[in-house]
């Protein structure tokens, strides 16, 4: 059983930042990428951000250059968000590409509310 949890959603004003937070836990063996998506009502979910086990990232179109996806430990990635602008508003969700004693998939958490205005 695999958890994902994430942290640090919020109210913010246009132009603000904020950093999320998403930790994964329970019968893991290995994590091959960890995300970042975010999806509004009436809309496809989106992707915002990843980064390999490598190190390797890659983000969507409209957030390059505004956030930032960084790893502080096998199990821990953050999403730091500047500049952030209204459209920005969403539910984010991260996701866990891992390998458990049972199978490899991606598991997600339930999301966290980002809501950008003034």
């Known amino acids: 059983q695999v958890q994902v949890v994430e942290s640090g959603g919020g109210l913010v004003q246009p132009g603000g930042s904020l950093r999320l937070s998403c930790a994964a836990s329970?019968?893991?063996?290995?994590?091959?990428?960890m995300g970042w998506y975010r999806q509004v009502p009436g809309k496809e979910r989106e992707l915002v951000a990843i980064v390999t086990n490598g190190g390797r990232t890659n983000y969507g179109d409209s957030v390059k250059g505004r956030f930032t996806i960084s790893r502080d430990n096998a199990r821990t990635v953050f999403l730091q968000m500047s500049s952030l602008k209204s459209e920005d508003t969403a539910v984010y969700y991260c996701?866990?590409?891992?390998?458990?004693?049972?199978?490899?998939?991606?598991?997600w958490g339930k999301g966290t509310l980002v809501t950008v205005s003034s």
């Open positions: 329970g019968s893991i063996l290995s994590i091959n990428a």
């Open positions: 996701a866990v590409n891992c390998v458990t004693p049972l199978r490899q998939m991606d598991y």
